[in-house]
């Protein structure tokens, strides 16, 4: 069955580092997402992106925050200087159509741990 | 933002037993309302989910009731099992429809 591969599963990088997030989403899905989730609470929409630019970002997506993808199978999130308060988990989540029309399913990844230090 | 509140935020039952875990969600140009579950060290995935064109949907054990003028929804879990220990969050489509946003969950614990 297709699905949402993240790398890495855990990431650990001291305060002011850049942290690149690596998804691959399923082949066919043409939305993608990035949530995060603090101590497993609460999941929180970071940004959606479709036809190569972001759909929407929530406040939380800041300047330091960027998504990209690169070539046309990875979907990248790139923080440039993390913070502590960046420490969650991070789940990449894709869809064939947007998530209200019938086909809009998210299908997220396992998620890649980030501790800032 | 959009905003989805969520109760409780946790829930102890005993197998066989029912579960309710309610939402309430502002405002939404879009009538699609989801539940997904959750487990520990996996990512959420769709459980069920429901278009309200009517006021209550059923899968198996799991049904969707919705109260579109109190603007709220809540899902059921009839015969509870160990199984369906795990978190479970509500969702709701963000005002462009680009996007879900989530209650914060209520953690299910089902004993046996």
């Known amino acids: 069955e297709p699905e949402v591969t993240q790398t890495p599963s855990h990431q650990v990088t001291q305060m002011g580092q850049e942290v690149i997030l690596r998804c691959v989403p399923i082949?066919?899905?043409?939305?993608f997402y990035w949530y995060r989730q603090i101590l497993g609470q609460k999941v929180e929409f970071l940004v959606s992106?479709?036809?190569?630019?972001?759909?929407?970002k929530s406040e939380i997506f800041d300047d330091q925050f960027s998504v990209e993808r690169p070539d046309g199978s990875n979907f990248t999130l790139k923080i440039r200087s993390t913070k502590l308060e960046d420490s969650a988990m991070y789940f990449c989540?894709?869809?064939?159509?947007?998530?209200?029309?019938?086909?809009?399913?998210?299908?997220f990844g396992e998620g890649s741990r980030l501790t800032v230090l | 933002q959009q905003q989805v509140k969520q109760s409780p935020q946790s829930l102890i039952v005993q197998k066989g037993g029912i579960s309710i875990i309610n939402c309430a969600y502002e405002?939404?140009?879009?009538?699609?309302f989801p539940w997904y579950q959750q487990f520990p060290g996996k990512g959420p995935a769709l459980l069920i989910a429901?278009?309200?064109?009517?006021s209550e949907k059923k899968e198996g054990r799991f049904t969707i009731s919705f109260n579109k003028s109190a603007k709220q929804f809540s899902l059921h879990i009839m015969d509870s099992q160990p199984g369906d220990s795990a978190t479970y969050f509500c969702?709701?489509?963000?005002?462009?429809?680009?996007?879900?946003?989530f209650g914060k969950g209520t953690t299910l614990s089902v004993s046996s």
């Open positions: 989540a894709s869809s064939v159509e947007t998530p209200v029309n019938g086909a809009g399913e998210l299908f």
């Open positions: 992106f479709y036809n190569n630019e972001i759909s929407e």
């Open positions: 405002n939404t140009a879009f009538d699609y």
């Open positions: 429901i278009r309200p064109d009517v």
């Open positions: 082949s066919n899905h043409l939305y």
């Open positions: 969702a709701a489509p963000n005002q462009a429809g680009t996007a879900l946003i």
